[in-house]
């Protein structure tokens, strides 16, 4: 089981900047990431991807992105942040923290993880 605490979310205007964040944890386990991803969904739609971006740094985005957002992570801290610029009113909605890993306790056994964080909302105001 892995423990994924999201935070960043907020008001902004239009034009403006937000930086979410999201550590994972797991109690007494030894996990390894393969890959974290930042998703959102807007009332009423389908959830879509934002950015996602493995262990050794390949990132992709949403093509609705067009280059407003940067993803990164930080190893030692167990950690992935997206960074949004110019932000849109279309870019209001929840945003969720998506882990994609292995479970290393038993090293002959890993198992694989997968889990969602809770949901930050971004409202955008225009």
């Known amino acids: 089981q892995v423990h994924l605490v999201e935070s960043g979310g907020g008001s902004v205007r239009a034009g403006g900047s937000l930086t979410l964040s999201c550590q994972y944890s797991s109690s007494g386990r030894r996990l390894q990431m393969n890959s974290m991803a930042w998703h959102r969904q807007a009332p009423g739609k389908q959830r879509q991807l934002v950015a996602s971006i493995t262990n050794s740094g390949r990132a992709d985005y949403g093509d609705f992105t067009m280059g407003r957002f940067a993803i990164s992570r930080d190893g030692a801290r167990n950690s992935m942040s997206l960074e949004m610029n110019n932000l849109k009113s279309d870019d209001t909605a929840q945003y969720y923290c998506?882990?994609?890993?292995?479970?290393?306790?038993?090293?002959?056994?890993?198992?694989?993880?997968?889990?969602w964080g809770q949901g930050t909302q971004v409202t955008v105001l225009a």
């Open positions: 998506y882990f994609d890993g292995v479970d290393l306790t038993d090293w002959d056994r890993p198992k694989p993880v997968k889990s």
